[in-house]
């Protein structure tokens, strides 16, 4: 029986479900709690509100979320392990590193060729995490993330990106990286990952659905990664209407087994501090774990996308990913 790891350990494929393929519980940098969080930052309010949502989430009949927070975005197991032991819904984890420039200094002098001249410590991370588990959580991650944000990608960057296409050959575990539609990083990210000798049909193009691009993004297709149709809600990078025009023009064209859906939501960010949920509501009141289930769903079967393209979007093709 193929099972994936999820924070309170392997579900079967077969049991993953529906599945939103790019969600975040809390984006929260451990330093920013730590020093400033007092004014802002209820933990117990916090873990209580992700509980909660994650059972309306669940009783919409969501059943799995994949959620990408990785170093850079405050990956926290053990806060996880709380909020997954009160809900229904799995949650699968991811190790990687969330950078869009320069590697933190704690990689800057570690590695092949440099003045600690070691084997390359990001893929001896991302292994453990992979392979033995997070932090002594006995959590495993399922997937590795990381970004490239520009079509020229700095050093940094493109490192970061090799060590995550190199663990993903050696380990068989798939890969979602962030890109801007705008840049068309899609293609830079599958390039490196390609020369890391990854396998692209294992890849997911985070936030592809940026894009409206028919072209550009049938050229990702093509290669065999899988497009992130992953931010539902987030109307200022793409309306939600253009969005699900795109998917269906894609799946009319025989795409609907290369597409994933999400939202890239939260149930807490740290980017507004203490007006958060003002602010999250002001700028962007869809974007919220529930707005696929309540209005993308219909739309997209408004539009001409099938039950069954619809079920492989949100149950097949995220089954298939995780399959090693
Ligand atoms: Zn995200």
Not at 141 to 154: I, M, Q, R, S, Y
Not at 207 to 226: I, P, V
Request: proline share 5%.
């Amino acid at each position: 029986m193929s099972t994936v790891e999820t924070v309170r350990g392997p579900v079967a494929l077969s049991d993953l479900g529906p599945t939103l393929m790019h969600e975040h519980v809390f984006v929260l940098a451990t330093e920013h709690v730590e020093n400033y969080g007092d004014t802002w930052w209820d933990e117990e309010a916090r873990v209580a509100d992700a509980i909660e949502k994650l059972r309306a989430l669940h009783a919409k009949g969501i059943t799995t979320i994949v959620d990408p927070t990785v170093w850079g975005l405050g990956r926290n197991i053990p806060r996880m392990q709380r909020i997954a032991a009160q809900t229904p819904v799995n949650i699968v984890v991811a190790t990687g590193l969330y950078a869009f420039g320069d590697l933190p200094q704690q990689y800057a002098y570690r590695g092949p060729g440099l003045l600690l001249d070691m084997p390359e410590p990001l893929v001896t991370d991302f292994t453990r995490d992979i392979v033995e588990g997070i932090a002594g959580t006995g959590v495993k991650a399922a997937f590795l993330k990381c970004c490239v944000e520009t079509a020229v990608p700095t050093p940094g960057v493109e490192r970061i990106a090799r060590a995550v296409g190199r663990t993903s050959a050696e380990t068989g575990a798939p890969i979602t990286v962030h890109t801007s539609a705008h840049e068309q990083s899609g293609r830079t990210a599958l390039d490196l990952f390609e020369a890391a000798g990854a396998d692209l049909t294992k890849v997911v193009v985070g936030h592809a659905g940026d894009s409206n691009d028919l072209d550009f993004l049938m050229s990702l297709a093509d290669r065999g990664a899988t497009l992130g149709m992953d931010r539902f809600g987030l109307d200022i990078f793409n309306p939600g209407a253009d969005r699900v025009r795109t998917i269906a023009a894609l799946a009319a064209r025989g795409y609907a087994d290369r597409m994933v859906l999400g939202h890239d939501a939260n149930c807490f960010i740290d980017y507004f501090g203490a007006a958060h949920d003002a602010a999250k509501a002001a700028a962007a009141p869809n974007w919220h774990y529930e707005h696929i289930s309540d209005d993308v769903l219909p739309a997209l079967l408004e539009a001409g996308v099938t039950q069954a393209q619809v079920d492989q979007m949100l149950v097949a093709n995220p089954a298939r990913y995780f399959t090693r």
